[in-house]
């Protein structure tokens, strides 16, 4: 997930002060609306020393009613909290209906900064995660709002931030030893952040990453996450109160949640990550050096298959992408020199009727490699938080909870001994339509282009949403994402390649 987000973004002071105060008044007028309405929420602030935390706790509630809300920094336990089960300190701290606790530090302590520390020890482990996750399962089922922010930046800023408050007397306390040692063993400690990130991200309390290294930035996307929680909150139990009442959403007096939902919805969007818009798309090789690099990895790869079935590993690949993105034109050049007993392509149509009668997973389980073979997937189970989420043929809570789902199960997989590799095949706008053009044109390719592609692409805006999201929340090192280039063909071919190889090379030396 970390590896994915783009720590540059940054906002102008103009822009920052034009949109602070609408926030500010939108943020107090939410307040006070769970008030009336006894919704309780808890407010998490997390991620790396230095990020800004405290900073930006203290710039959040400048714009609440003091008298509604509380803030918890936490630290290490005190001898009365160790003498209680671990999740007993923030039990005591959850908010009564209508106020907020926000904590700066929270019980992610114990699977973090305890966990570099070695006072977690890694057998508790899956305990604690079931211990945090059922409390927040259970606060959430009662009706609490949980929102959990994640404050990012990379080791270099963060040492930077460090060094500066070191060199002022009156700051100098605020970097402890264990921030240094963090900060020295940064890839370390993010690998630790990643898994609880993970094993934490669920539909009922997600987590958003907050790119903390340009601090206007960060302040304005964690105002506008808290307004949309809140608004989404407050707009859900309004229209179920209209419903009781045999109203609908228009006829109902108060529709300001409403409009704050779709507001901070649209404003969202502009700060997402945008993970498609670092691709370079002008990548590409001469024909000259394609078939040169081309005809050498294939027989890599070739050589390379055999070995899989000897050492009995498993490879899962999976193919995403913009129609006429080249999934077609890369598994084909994938396969050419496999031996075809050792590897299935699984081409992903929209699901039949007994696919129907299943878990939307059920159809990829019986399709998955056993030991020594590879499993290729053109489309994968990933569309369910993408064609199915924006076509509307799920619920938002059956897409959202999608993401744990997918990442349990390439997790299992892997635990498995599976190599696992999933392939973004990425265009911009301009190459599709002239793909799609050019497959009109030809009558041997004219069985490519369908009406339905041409649909698709009017919603693009939704769908590279979408795209964003789903590759920041099930990228990870047991199965990453890898956007592929795809403009020119011949690089994208390459580059799917030389990936397979890479990562199959990886593995056999491992097991040397």
């Not at 000897?310 to 690949?317: A, E, K, M, S, Y």
């Amino acid at each position: 997930m970390l590896e994915k987000v783009d720590l540059t973004k940054k906002m102008s002071k103009e822009e920052y002060r034009e949109k602070m105060p609408q926030l500010e008044a939108k943020l107090g007028f939410l307040q006070r609306r769970c008030k009336e309405l006894k919704i309780p929420v808890l407010i998490v602030f997390e991620g790396f020393g230095a990020s800004g935390k405290g900073l930006q706790i203290g710039r959040l509630i400048q714009s609440m009613d003091p008298r509604g809300f509380q803030v918890y920094p936490i630290k290490n336990e005190t001898d009365e909290e160790r003498m209680h089960p671990f999740m007993w300190r923030f039990w005591t701290k959850t908010p009564e209906r209508g106020r907020f606790s926000i904590f700066d530090g929270s019980w992610y302590r114990k699977v973090l900064i305890d966990r570099f520390e070695m006072r977690t020890r890694e057998k508790e482990l899956p305990a604690v995660f079931h211990s945090i996750n059922s409390f927040e399962e259970q606060l959430a089922d009662d009706g609490n709002v949980i929102i959990k922010l994640f404050l990012d930046i990379d080791k270099k800023e963060q040492k930077k931030r460090f060094d500066k408050l070191r060199k002022n007397k009156e700051s100098e306390w605020r970097v402890s030893q264990g921030d240094l040692e963090r900060n020295a063993r940064y890839d370390e400690y993010a690998s630790m952040m990643e898994d609880m990130l993970f094993k934490t991200d669920s539909d009922y309390a997600p987590w958003t990453i907050i790119e903390a290294t340009d601090r206007r930035f960060a302040t304005v996307k964690i105002y506008t996450t808290v307004i949309k929680a809140l608004a989404d909150r407050i707009e859900a139990i309004q229209e179920e109160m209209g419903t009781k009442n045999g109203m609908k959403p228009a006829e109902m007096e108060d529709t300001r949640a409403a409009d704050l939902a779709r507001e901070a919805d649209r404003e969202m969007r502009s700060l997402q990550v945008s993970i498609l818009s670092k691709a370079d798309l002008s990548l590409k090789y001469t024909r000259e050096e394609y078939k040169l690099k081309l005809d050498k990895l294939q027989k890599k790869l070739e050589k390379l298959h055999g070995e899989l079935y000897r050492r009995r590993i498993p490879v899962v690949l999976g193919f995403e992408g913009w129609d006429a993105g080249g999934k077609g034109g890369a598994i084909k050049r994938l396969t050419a020199r496999m031996d075809s007993r050792g590897y299935a392509v699984n081409p992903t149509a929209s699901p039949n009727d007994i696919e129907k009668a299943h878990h939307y997973l059920w159809r990829f389980w019986r399709a998955m490699p056993k030991d020594g073979h590879v499993a290729i997937f053109d489309r994968t189970w990933y569309g369910r938080v993408m064609v199915e989420r924006i076509e509307g043929f799920c619920t938002k809570e059956e897409w959202q909870r999608a993401y744990k789902e997918i990442n349990d199960m390439e997790k299992d997989l892997h635990d498995a001994g599976a190599i696992v590799i999933k392939f973004w095949m990425h265009i911009d706008k301009d190459e599709q339509e002239r793909r799609f053009k050019e497959r009109q044109e030809n009558p041997e390719k004219q069985w490519k282009i369908t009406d339905e592609d041409w649909r698709n692409r009017e919603k693009w805006d939704q769908y590279e949403d979408a795209v964003n999201e789903m590759l920041l929340r099930t990228s990870t090192d047991y199965a990453p994402w890898v956007v592929v280039e795809g403009n020119d063909k011949y690089y994208a071919r390459v580059k799917v390649l030389r990936t397979v190889v890479e990562a199959i090379e990886k593995r056999i030396g491992e097991m040397k």
